[in-house]
């Protein structure tokens, strides 16, 4: 396998790139990527500011190369059955939302950005990512609580739906991470803490494989991650005026 001194020759060499970075690091290797016509996976949250976001996304429109995210929980099968067979059959008309764990056990590799960034940023974009897929376009949504403690979430989404969501990782429970949708049919939940496993992640980076040999574009793309940074910066916003 060769090996590069620069970061730029690199994607000289190749058709794509996976970025395991801190989302502070993240806008500048992905912006390179991109102006060298060379297809992104992002990690999420895509960036540390919606600065940073709408840097990835226009660069990746500009170069129309494919961009797929890491949103784990979209590529599992039992989340695709949720969404596209057990949510519909609700009517849906609204739902909540919860990822609740403890308190992060340091500042490992592996845990050090939801020890940097908080829960909201490092767990926040999958928790309104699915409440999105699964009720519509969230078009608002107003936060409250303690930043290190408990945040609450009320989210309006495209078409008069609602939903609520609570995000923590400062409690002593066993990780859990449960969407509730409601309507006219029934209901229908899932905890993503409990069926999201190997399977999803071997999923999603085949899926993103076969994007790039194919040239398709992803649904799950860097301007879904802008879409995801625009409300957890809206929700940052208002935790701050309190």
Not at 64 to 81: E, F, K
Request: with cysteine; proline share 7%.
């Amino acid at each position: 396998m060769p090996v590069f001194d620069r970061y730029e020759e690199l994607l000289d060499h190749c058709d794509a790139v996976t970025l395991a970075v801190s989302p502070v690091a993240q806008p500048d290797l992905a912006v390179a990527a991109a102006r060298r016509s060379t297809a992104v996976f992002l990690e999420i949250p895509i960036a540390v500011d919606l600065s940073g976001a709408e840097q990835v996304a226009q660069a990746v429109a500009l170069s129309h190369v494919v961009s797929q995210l890491g949103l784990t929980w979209r590529y599992a099968p039992p989340v695709r059955h949720f969404l596209t067979s057990a949510v519909p059959r609700t009517r849906r008309m609204g739902g909540s939302g919860r990822v609740v764990s403890g308190p992060p056990p340091g500042a490992s590799p592996a845990n050090r950005p939801r020890f940097e960034f908080g829960v909201l940023m490092h767990e926040g974009p999958h928790l309104l990512d699915l409440l999105d897929a699964a009720l519509g376009t969230v078009v608002g949504v107003s936060a409250h609580g303690d930043p290190e403690g408990w945040i609450g979430l009320m989210l309006e989404h495209q078409g008069g739906r609602f939903s609520e969501a609570s995000l923590s990782a400062a409690v002593e429970v066993e990780p859990r991470a449960v969407v509730e949708i409601f309507g006219s049919g029934g209901a229908a939940e899932i905890d993503c803490a409990e069926v999201v496993g190997p399977d999803a992640f071997e999923i999603m980076f085949q899926e993103f494989a076969e994007a790039v040999a194919q040239g398709t574009p992803s649904e799950l793309n860097a301007e879904r991650g802008l879409h995801l940074q625009r409300l957890v910066t809206e929700a940052q916003t208002d935790l701050l005026r309190q």
